[in-house]
């Protein structure tokens, strides 16, 4: 007996700093479908998720939060509406998950360090950069911001920390051999010309440990070091699958990866630090390497620190979680940037989901009931327009095929409607409805429901690594048992009979404008209520109006009021509005965001890195209709004329000091 063909697909491990969004659903969503595609067609399929847990990020938002960082992660990812729970809810059908706080997975990467270490791979050194005091942070050249500190504008000097090295610089030639040699490694084409480019610039080795981010895999032989995140991150996955490790023993049966599936930003990590290791290791390397596009809004990645998130959850309720994946997997062109938009979602749905694909099935399973009681045995009485259809649907799974061989997964999907809307025509074409007047044409009726039921049942399982609960829908309505929706049984006229039973509508249609009035309302809504929280606008009138107001207050009420000192981090203006500036400051224990309506007399740069005041206990508040929540006030003065001054401290003071 032959051994079943097998295929190993990854998704990059997702940072858990916070919930995830509809733009890092995508990669997963697409991993799914390919690895639901290669089951189908018969691999053992080891597909591969899970999340990358250490470094400075999450030990800030730990902190922040006032948690462990490992308490943080866990919430994040076991917790209620965390990323298990996102890909439950999105059908993602992995078949492992692994995270890199779990115990083999650090102790194999320790095992890699160690003998990258001993082998001369990896070598200790100086790591030279320019130091922030302040932040307690190292930086490049290219990484200052005016020959800056990124973080909080201050100035940095020169310094040095002990470091370890990884010699990336030994296999710069290797790598570039390994592109030209396998044209297929780096995909597309135009992204393995930038990986060529940067090698050519001169490759750097890479600073592999760090002595001040405690939250990472310790350096087994030296514990005042962590490695480097990306280190730990890219060996998941090999330590996944059993590498140096005695929880899995799956190393031998899926390395190398088929597919290694990544977001174009982190291509570079996958294409040269990651296939420099495995070549310092001897091991083989992954066969591809793909760097799809983003998933944009109005133009930009999204990010929660635009505030510009699209909330997967919500999605799915409000639209299924199927009409989401479809319109993941239909919108992104191969390795280029989609958009989100309300409109472009809700036409996907009605046009290709509502009108094409659930008009097909209900309408050819009402003709079936209505004309045949609901069954109709296989039909051979052709008919005009009959091999057109056939030949078109008998077409469709190979061109299906081709396409996500190449990973061409929109133009898969086209194929698959190509068939559905072929089918459609058909309908029209032979009018059945005519054909029923006369009981003459009942077998040539019936062979005509035949065709189209079998023409769905073609859709139905080549839809199912797309849209596997619709599939199920389908396969449902139209009687399919689990046998009849192999893919190696799509040979058109193989069903014998069909027994059909109607059920709801696949997907509702949705009406357009009902529907964007609808969301713009709950927009206007949700910024009414945050406008009647506060008239953000208008923020710091209103402080002063409030102030004026006031009736005198005891000792007790005023130390309820509690000033310190922030160093702001960053500024910058919103292009929502004219008044409003919104700062990162450090209060001496976190940071926070605070949104003041101080643009007018300021620019970001004239306050960055500077001590100002802040009333800290303030109860958190939304503006700008919700987008943003403002953790407190910055004082300021106003004279007669409404000139507006920032109440600032000199740098020697200490931010976090208590104003009173
Ligand atoms: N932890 C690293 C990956 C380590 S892999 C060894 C990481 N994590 S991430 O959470 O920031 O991103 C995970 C994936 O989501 C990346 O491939 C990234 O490109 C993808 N996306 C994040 N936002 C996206 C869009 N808006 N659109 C499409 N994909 C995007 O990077």
């Known amino acids: 007996m032959s051994e079943k063909k097998t295929f190993y697909i990854t998704t990059p491990i997702y940072y ?12 997963t969503v697409a991993c799914d479908a390919l690895a639901r595609y290669k089951r189908m067609q018969g691999y053992d399929v080891m597909f591969l998720t899970g999340t990358d847990e250490h470094g400075q990020k999450i030990q800030d938002k730990a902190a922040d939060a006032g ?36 115990d083999y997975h650090m102790e194999s990467c320790q095992k890699i360090f160690t003998q990258l270490y001993e082998q001369g791979d990896i070598y200790k050194s100086v790591y030279k950069g320019h130091y922030c005091k302040p932040c307690e942070s190292f930086w490049t050249d290219s990484q200052l911001v005016d020959g800056k ?24 030639d290797r790598l570039l051999r390994l592109y030209e040699e396998n044209p297929q490694f780096i995909q597309p084409e135009t992204r393995k010309n930038e990986m060529i480019a940067f090698i050519n610039q001169g490759l750097q080795d890479t600073c592999v440990s ?27 996955y090999i330590t996944a699958l059993g590498y140096q490790n005695g929880k899995y023993d799956d190393y031998s049966k899926f390395w190398p990866a088929d597919l290694h599936m990544v977001g174009k930003e982190i291509l570079r990590f996958h294409t040269i630090l990651w296939p420099a290791m495995l070549m ?5 390397l992954p066969k591809r390497v793909f760097g799809h596009g983003w998933l944009l809004l109005d133009g930009g990645k999204m990010s929660k620190s635009k505030g510009n998130v699209v909330d997967p959850v919500v999605l799915c309720q409000r639209y299924g979680v199927d009409a989401i994946r479809y319109f993941l997997l239909r919108e992104i062109p191969f390795g280029n940037d989609g958009s989100f938009s309300n409109e472009s979602l809700i036409s996907r749905i009605n046009t290709d989901l509502a009108n094409d694909l659930g008009n097909l099935l209900s309408r050819t399973v009402a003709m079936v009931e209505k004309y045949f009681g609901g069954t109709i045995p296989a039909q051979r009485a052709a008919g005009e327009f009959d091999e057109d259809l056939i030949s078109i649907v008998s077409a469709m799974p190979a061109h299906v095929t081709e396409n996500m061989d190449q990973l061409l997964i929109p133009q898969a999907t086209q194929e698959i409607f190509k068939a559905i809307q072929r089918a459609n025509k058909y309908i029209d074409e032979t009018a ?53 929706r192999d893919f190696d049984t799509l040979t058109f006229g193989s069903k014998t009979e069909y027994t059909v039973q109607k059920g709801e509508a696949l997907f509702p249609r949705i009406d357009m404008e009902k529907e964007l009035a609808e969301l713009a309302a709950e927009q206007a809504a949700k910024a009414a209520a945050a406008q009647a929280d506060q008239p953000a606008e208008e ?53 926070r965001t605070i949104l003041s309506g101080i643009a007018k007399w300021y620019e970001p740069e004239d306050l960055i890195g500077k001590n100002v005041c802040i009333v800290a206990n303030l109860a958190p508040r939304p503006m700008m209709k919700g987008k943003y929540v ?31």
């Open 210 to 236: 760090r002595t001040t981010v405690p939250w990472g895999i310790p350096v087994p032989f030296d514990q005042k070091h962590t490695m480097y995140v990306w280190v730990d991150a890219l060996s998941n």
């Open 630 to 660: 403002s953790e407190g006030m910055i004082l300021s003065a106003e004279d007669n004329e409404g000139n507006v001054t920032v109440v600032q401290f000199p740098a020697s003071v200490k931010p976090g000091s208590q104003l009173g």
């Open 432 to 484: 059945p409805w005519a054909l029923a007047k006369d009981e003459a044409n009942k077998p040539r009726l019936a062979a005509v429901l035949y065709n189209l039921c079998e023409a769905l049942r073609f859709a139905a399982v080549m839809l199912a690594p797309f849209l596997p609960t619709t599939a199920d829908r389908m396969a449902e309505q139209l009687g399919l048992s689990q046998a009849e």
């Open 16 to 27: 858990p700093s916070d919930k995830l969004h509809i733009g890092h659903s995508y990669t």
């Open 149 to 172: 500190c990124p973080d909080c504008g201050r100035e940095v000097y020169e310094a040095e920390e002990e470091a370890y090295f990884f010699k990336t610089s030994k296999y710069a």
């Open 280 to 284: 310092a290791l001897d091991l083989p």
């Open 539 to 591: 923020a710091p009138a209103l402080e002063k109006l409030e102030l004026e107001h006031l009736d005198e207050i005891t000792f007790d009420d005023f130390a309820k009021c509690e000033m310190r000192v922030a160093r702001v981090l960053e500024c910058e203006k919103l292009k929502e509005s004219k008044k409003l500036l919104k700062f990162k400051l450090f209060d001496g224990e976190r940071e």
């Open 67 to 102: 948690v462990t960082p490992k308490q943080y992660v866990d919430n994040i990812v076991e917790g209620e509406g965390g990323v298990k729970d996102l890909w439950k809810l999105l059908d993602i059908s992995y078949d492992r998950f692994i995270r890199t706080t779990d």
